[in-house]
């Protein structure tokens, strides 16, 4: 079992910053891929961005050039550095890893942009 805590959502202007952060419960393989997915209400969740053990990413479209996603293997996180900040980006952002197979998912940070 992995526990996934997501931190650092918050209310935050239009053109702002924040940066979350997802702390592991345990160490994880390092080739675990990680991932940060939001959902806006009323819509499906989606990706935001995602990153291999190897350090490779994608990024969802609407986020290319303004999100950055990091991990530090040596202290189990995941980062997701959100620039420019719009209002559409306003979600709930939850933290996933994979581990052999199996799906785990934090419990969401709330992230509010204000126009």
């Known amino acids: 079992q992995v526990q996934l805590v997501e931190s650092g959502g918050g209310l935050v202007q239009a053109g702002g910053s924040l940066r979350l952060s997802c702390v592991a419960s345990?160490?994880?393989?390092?080739?675990?891929?990680m991932g940060w997915y939001r959902q806006a209400p009323g819509k499906q969740r989606e990706l935001v961005a995602r990153?291999?053990?190897?350090?490779?990413?994608v990024y969802a479209d609407s986020v290319l050039g303004r999100f950055t996603i990091s991990r530090d293997n040596a202290k189990n996180t995941v980062y997701l550095q959100m620039n420019s900040l719009k209002p559409e980006d306003t979600a709930v952002y939850y933290c996933?890893?994979?581990?052999?197979?199996?799906?785990?998912w934090g419990k969401g940070t709330l992230v509010t942009v204000s126009s």
């Open positions: 990153i291999t053990g190897g350090g490779n990413t």
């Open positions: 996933s890893t994979v581990e052999l197979g199996q799906v785990y």
């Open positions: 345990r160490r994880l393989f390092s080739i675990n891929l």
